[in-house]
């Protein structure tokens, strides 16, 4: 890996990991049975300095923002670099939101410059406010020949002659704007610096390094801070490569993993409970003196690997699972939302180590990371390197709101210093979220603080962000609440939105309500849909500029009612 | 010659098929992620059988908002 002390920003660092490792491979893009494309270091370098050049010759310089909105593939890397090279911001968003919510995240961001895959960008030209966007460049990757592109540029075709100026920048100087959440209301815009990710790198390495050869396969998106790290600047700086497929299906994932011999990859519980889900189907359609012999080798396994892992032994020892994920499969990561130890230990049991981890966008992606030494599905590990942690207000048994600090921590919220001195304070990120540290150092994460749900997709859902797709139902006033706030409870799986319905004066809630629910409930992606609903006949308390008092109406239904008053949709 | 009719009835039986449910259960109408309690990966899962079934490709992004028979119905046979 690079001693990453010695730079002050990403452009640097990536540029001396394309100078330090010419011939080995750096990016490989997989699609269903093809390979479309594949990158030595020498190649991603000289696909990306002419677009660089491109980017100067059209004013990109330092501090320009530029977003990127495509799916995982080599063009997301390759342009992300001609950014830093241009000592540029780099604006990542999620593909996966809709054209109205990346309208409004591009006009929050102000960028200037837009990368954007085909697909995207034609249903980005079909929302209303995507009229109101004025990106200087635009640039569309894979349009189709003839295709009508109202004065954005082919990216293929956007190249310059000549070297480009490489732009240096300080540690300080922010290096990404990445959206943490707030796509209904108020975006949550976390600017985070060049020292942020080189830290965080230095912070990560030791539990998770990369060497020329290591390959990490790519799914979670890009934009995500996991993946930011894990599938570009952990594999980049390391010597190792990144793979990618465009095509994210079950069947395809497996697949990759013997064609690629892939070393890490990181998921979300979701995925790591559907390989689960797969791995038991499978177990239970043996015969059973196999399902037995099975049992017995992870009974071994787990007793040998209790204290730290040993892959040469489970390898030896179950052999056949191995070799499915490829052979080569050092470890999985998990993170973006709460995993159940069942799921971990599963994995731990077939001598497959998960590295549990918890983090958040704000502090550049891992607060703490489980070494597995010993094995303890429980916690979600010790602070990384260079991390502080500590629990406010801790109740009797410990549990309080869990603070981080480090280099790590982001600069601050993109043009919002309200929320940016409500969320560091003295230099402590406060995360929201209830935890306790144990007498090993290790944290336990025990629920939340605040008002919001993160689903098994690694989705930060808050109330105030979906209760737009709600408006004009026949009540007086209507709230989303996570039930965890509403009812708190010690634990984070299969959090859900309850919906307090508050009818017009001296009328009933419509006996079709269900019905008009649901109906709204198919507008949202399926992860951000209400659970259930609650009938409230009290007004809600208000502001001077009649907001919701959010806290003070919780606390009413708190005292009056409890999860049984909850209708299922 | 594929109608729309006939593309959503046989997207139903492969749903039906490939989630193990009986075909009758199974609406076009129907959130998928709701009368099959799946998610959005496993969703994911059913586009390979229907590009055998087509023999078409369809990229992910076609699911994307997608969560009737229907509409997907509509999405393929634009394909086809």
Known sequence: MLDLRQFDSLGAALGAALDRWPDEICLIEADRDRENARFTYRQFKEAALPLARAFEDAGLGAGSRAAILMTNQSKWLISAYAVFFRGGVLVPLDYKLTAAEQCALLAHSKAEFLVVEYHVWRALMQAEDSKTLAPRVTLVTEAPPGADLRGAQRWEEFRGAGEPTFVPRGRKDPACIVYSSGTGGRPKGCVLTHENYLEQCMAVAPVFPFWPGARYLSIIPTNHAIDFMGGFLMPFTGGGAVVHLRALRPEFIRDAFTRYKITYMAVVPLILKNLQQGLKEKFAALPRSKRRLLGALMTANRALTRRQPHLRLSRALLGDIHKAFGGGLRALLVGGAFTEPATIEFFHDLGIPIYNGYGCTEACTAITLNDLKPFRPDTVGKPVRGMEIQILAPDAEGVGEVAARSKTVMSHYLDDPEMTAETIVDGWLMTGDLGRVDAAGHLQLLGRKKNMIVTEEGKNIYPEDIETAFEGLPVKEFCIFAANYLWPARGMVGEKLVLVLHPEPGKIIPADIAARLGERNRRLPNYKRASGYLVWERDFPLTASLKIKRGELAGQIRQSLDREAVVPL | ?80
């Open chain 2, 1 to 80: 010659m594929n109608t729309i009719e006939t593309t959503t009835e046989e997207i139903l039986q492969l749903a039906a098929t490939h989630f193990k449910i009986t075909r009758d259960k199974l609406h076009p109408d129907d959130d998928f992620f709701k009368t099959l309690g799946i998610n959005s990966l496993q969703a994911l899962g059913l586009l390979t059988r229907i590009e055998q079934h087509f023999h078409i490709e369809l990229p992910d992004y076609e699911l994307q908002g997608v969560s009737d028979f229907r509409t997907l119905a509509e999405r393929i046979q634009s394909r086809l």
